[in-house]
């Protein structure tokens, strides 16, 4: 990121840490360079987890986070009148929403947004 963004991440990572221009556009190389084509391609929310800590919270290392984070999202979509979309969740089958019954976690807290 630092030579992406212009700051010596090598000699210096802690400036990511204390430097808010430079914690904004590490934060923001990150999404680019990592996230922004999951989005876009359609993979969903859950696709973006993945990317960012799915070691982490995918495949039922932190399911209370994953449900967190998609409670967040969809009132997020809700507040600004927006459908989140497919694929939701991160849980190892590509984020198909498993263990929902086969109902959208969506159509669940946000029944009056289509």
């Keep these: ?27 923001l190389w990150y999404w680019m360079t990592n ?3 999951i989005i876009t391609s359609g993979q969903g929310f859950g696709a973006t987890i993945r990317a960012i800590n799915g070691a982490l919270e995918c495949n039922g290392g932190n399911p209370s986070a994953v449900s967190a ?3 967040y999202y969809t009132d997020y ?18 984020g198909n929403n498993s263990g929902h019954n086969g109902v959208s ?10």
């Design 77 to 94: 979509c809700r507040q600004l009148g927006v459908a989140p979309g497919d694929n939701l969740f991160c849980n190892g089958d590509n």
């Design 69 to 71: 984070r998609v409670e």
């Design 1 to 27: 990121a630092g030579a992406a963004i212009g700051f010596d991440g090598l000699n210096n990572p802690g400036i990511v840490a204390t430097d808010p221009v430079v914690s904004f556009k590490a934060a």
């Design 35 to 37: 996230v922004h084509s």
């Design 105 to 114: 976690y969506f159509s669940l807290v946000c029944p009056a947004v289509s």
